[in-house]
């Protein structure tokens, strides 16, 4: 073979190497599957605004935001509602080498979320199908859980709600048993009046009722309560500095405009006070008695007359109420776990701007949810239970 024929024979080959480099190289990168550690949330939510399912909440470190893993996530069939869990999990990925679908593998560890996280919301596109009726009082949400909407009185609105497409907030709450309850209808509106109704500030007139109760965060404080008409149900407003830039006297009832702003979640987040009621109704006397909620945390042990939250004097001695009070407080003291005992308590502002406690209810039980049901069984002047 000359050598003209062999160096024509090399450079053919270089160049159908390098054609082949080059086709391999637009094939991209190919990513082995990782089995790694996922934290998941314990609640799911609509995977995306034209979609019927829904995905998890996921992160991959603990000091992550919460993301929806909207890619097929399999073999997780005991999930529960209401548990985080840290899971084994397997990624396999795309081209990309973003994450294309996780299949569960184990549960490294699954805990029951705390009782000031036990409520969430959802926004949901109800054009979709994501939620429809199996009867007056039970619905479906997403083809994955039933849930009860006659214990917060929302029917009738969810009905209209998903009746009329609308986009909707809906605030749930989880059962501990991997169960959920609607606790509320926060905001449904047309998709293109969602942002101007539901989301931002938004200038509104409440009620404020003239006595306080638990606000059932972490920490043991009290919180106001309102409404939006007169005839209406008091709602406990859930926020650690209350009103801004107003101030707060027991005995009174105000009605007050206030700037809301609510999160894309449709959670409140802070109130501002827009103007003040110079001449509050009096609500004095025992007249205008009313239940709020007390923890046994924030309160003492042997005391007839104390500082309730420090805010207010409480008298139980007058009705003979302080035995059943240090009962429960007691109770929680021995405890060596030191769970929070709850009490419904009846009360009214005396004359002299004391609060006198004349009934107590609800005290024998020994976890939230017991607590929960006795309220709701009982009592339907209090459906603002956290």
């Not at 979609?51 to 999930?79: G, H, K, M, Y």
């Not at 009846?346 to 406690?357: F, H, K, N, T």
């Amino acid at each position: 073979m000359s050598a003209i024929i062999k160096r024509l024979l090399g450079l053919t080959l270089l160049a159908s190497t390098a054609l082949t480099l080059v086709a391999c190289q637009g094939l991209g990168r190919h990513w082995d599957d990782e089995t790694t550690t996922l934290y998941i949330d314990y609640y799911k939510q609509q995977c995306d605004d034209e979609d019927s399912s829904l995905c998890f909440r996921i992160r991959e470190d603990e000091d992550d935001s919460w993301e929806v893993a909207d890619v097929p996530f399999s073999n997780f069939d005991d999930f529960q509602w209401g548990y985080r869990y840290t899971a084994t999990v397997t990624i396999s990925y795309d081209d990309s080498g973003d994450p294309d679908s996780y299949s569960f593998d184990s549960t490294q560890s699954m805990e029951a979320v705390s009782a000031s996280e036990e409520a969430f919301s959802l926004t949901l596109y109800t054009n979709t199908g994501i939620l429809y009726a199996l009867d007056d009082s039970s619905w479906n949400l997403g083809g994955e859980i039933d849930f009860d909407c006659s214990a917060s009185s929302s029917c009738e609105a969810l009905d209209a709600a998903v009746a009329n497409s609308y986009e909707t907030e809906l605030q749930f709450v989880v059962d501990g048993s991997g169960g959920i309850a609607l606790d509320s209808v926060i905001c449904a509106a047309a998709e293109d009046d969602y942002a101007s109704d539901c989301e931002g500030e938004t200038d509104v007139s409440w009620y404020i009722a003239p006595v306080m109760s638990d606000c059932g965060l972490s920490e043991a404080m009290l919180c106001q309560l309102f409404k939006v008409n007169a005839s209406g149900d008091y709602e406990l407003l859930q926020l650690e500095d209350g009103i801004s830039n107003w101030s707060f006297s027991w005995g009174y009832r105000y009605h007050i405009d206030v700037v809301k702003t609510v999160s894309n979640g449709g959670i409140i987040t802070a109130v501002d006070l827009d103007e003040d009621d110079d001449s509050p109704d009096d609500r004095f006397g025992s007249s205008y008695k009313f239940r709020i909620v007390l923890r046994a945390s924030a309160l003492p042990s042997q005391n007839s007359n104390f500082t309730l939250y420090d805010t207010i004097a409480l008298d139980c001695e007058q009705y003979s109420q302080c035995d059943d009070i240090e009962d429960v407080v007691e109770d929680y003291e021995d405890d060596d776990d030191r769970a929070e005992r709850y009490l419904l308590v009846r009360v009214y502002v005396d004359d002299d701007g004391s609060l006198i406690a004349d009934r107590v209810d609800c005290e024998d039980e020994t976890t939230l949810d017991a607590f929960r049901s006795c309220v709701e069984d009982d009592y339907d002047d209090v459906n603002w239970m956290f």
